[in-house]
């Protein structure tokens, strides 16, 4: 089994966390043309993407892809109805979401198994032991800018 990308989505719908690694042969093919942006002063130049507004580009597709697909299966299926993965010819996207909202996706090729326990292990293991934590320590800090020192 091979993981192609690993992504954690809060609940405001941000990614805060996504890691990929690509399949060797994307790893070793060059992309041709990069992807031309708009220059920030509003000339008709144009630049290639970087490296890090790729990523942010493919969290946001990953995270519409998902939130789409969800909403078709609980119009169809009904509330009860859970979106848990789906296959292409391409890779195998695994989903869970947990009672906070907070959502992870896991891309891996498509003779993988079910990833939804290991997608609950690392929330139970990981997250709820060390992003929880972290996120505590951001907002304890965080209220302590606020105070004043006299």
Known sequence: MVIYSFYIFDRHTECIYSKSW????LAEAPHPHPTPTPAPDGNSGKRPKTAASRAS?????????????????????????AFISYRTG???LHY?????????VMLTDTAAPS??????Q???????????SFASWQRTEASLSGLELS
Do not use: C
């Not at 690509?22 to 042969?25: F, G, I, K, Q, R």
């Not at 580009?57 to 109805?81: C, H, P, Q, W, Y």
């Not at 869970?96 to 907070?102: F, K, R, V």
């Not at 690392?122 to 929880?132: A, C, D, R, S, T």
């Open 22 to 25: 690509l399949p060797p042969a």
């Open 96 to 104: 869970y979401e947990t009672a906070s909202s907070l959502r992870m």
């Open 90 to 92: 391409q890779y195998k």
């Open 57 to 81: 580009d493919d969290a946001k597709l990953i995270f519409g892809t998902v939130f789409s697909l969800r909403n078709m299966v609980r119009k169809l299926g009904g509330e009860d109805d």
């Open 122 to 132: 690392i929330y139970i293991n990981l997250w709820v032991e060390y992003g929880m």
């Open 115 to 120: 990833m939804r326990n290991v997608l609950h």
